[in-house]
């Protein structure tokens, strides 16, 4: 059986916006709504925010979520490279972290079309 995950690549430090994933929307960090909206999607094995900042990697694992700390990237598709290094994955979605109201219909298109 083939392994999906999704990789959220997160920096604190925007160009535009720096902090803008820490900002609340709701009554949740955008970070952290985004993430708990991918896993309640059901589609991935795994779900984690990649991350070089311990303000997004504390907040994602108080809240329950999985978080790994990485190097500074000027990518986010770098970024995810390193922290999917030592993964057994078949397949790794990229979810941008400043997207917290992602619907499951796309993504479930996206994983379906690469099987």
């Known amino acids: 059986m ?12 925007s160009t535009r916006f ?35 900042s311990e303000i997004i990697f504390d907040e994602i694992s108080k809240n329950g979520g999985k978080a790994v700390m990485t190097g500074e990237h000027e990518t986010g598709s ?10 057994d994955c078949d397949i ?9 109201f992602l619907k499951k219909e796309p993504l479930k298109q996206l994983v379906a079309g690469l099987y």
């Not at 770098?78 to 993964?87: F, L, P, Q, S, T």
């Not at 790794?92 to 917290?100: A, K």
């Open 2 to 13: 083939n392994k999906t995950i999704a990789v959220i690549p997160a920096r604190y430090n």
């Open 18 to 52: 720096p902090g803008k994933l820490m900002e609340i929307l709701g009554d949740k960090t955008v970070i952290t709504t985004t993430y708990q909206n991918v896993v309640e999607t059901g589609l991935f094995d795994e779900v984690f925010v990649a991350t070089d």
């Open 92 to 100: 790794v979605i990229n979810v941008q972290g400043d997207e917290p």
């Open 78 to 87: 770098d970024r995810i490279a390193e922290a999917v290094r030592n993964i």
